[in-house]
Nanobody, 123 residues
Framework: QVQLVESGGGLVQPGGSLRLSCAAS????????IGWFRQAPGKEREGVSC????????YYDVSVKGRFTISRDNDQNTVYLQMNSLKPEDTAVYYC????????????????WGQGTQVTVSS
């Protein structure tokens, strides 16, 4: 049974950093595409960053490019999202999701989801 558990969210000041973790179980992480998505109140869920099972090709939304970094540790079966230079507009619930590739970094392409972790950027 595929299970994803996010952690690492919290309250941070603008300009600060957080590292989100997504612990996977029930499947072999490196066989699957993994994505980080976020949903702010009143907005649709959007793709933030994704990493493919094929050659670890990464994608970043233009709003986070240069500030966020996605990585995977196959030995730990965990995916990370390092978030630097955080802005108030990054405030959202962050979800990780997985599916067999190929996928676009779009919520509709991913079938299995974690429960989410809240990130709040505020002074």
């Amino acid at each position: 049974q595929v299970q994803l558990v996010e952690s690492g969210g919290g309250l941070v000041q603008p300009g600060g950093s957080l590292r989100l973790s997504c612990a996977a179980s029930g499947f072999t992480l490196d066989d699957y595409d993994i994505g980080w998505f976020r949903q702010a109140p009143g907005k649709e869920r959007e793709g933030v960053s994704c990493i493919s099972s094929l050659d670890d090709i990464t994608y970043y939304d233009v709003s986070v490019k240069g500030r966020f970094t996605i990585s995977r540790d196959n030995d730990q079966n965990t995916v990370y999202l390092q978030m630097n230079s955080l802005k108030p507009e990054d405030t959202a619930v962050y979800y990780c999701a997985t599916d067999l590739g190929p996928t676009r970094c779009h919520p509709g392409d991913f079938a299995s989801w974690g429960q989410g972790t809240q990130v709040t950027v505020s002074s």
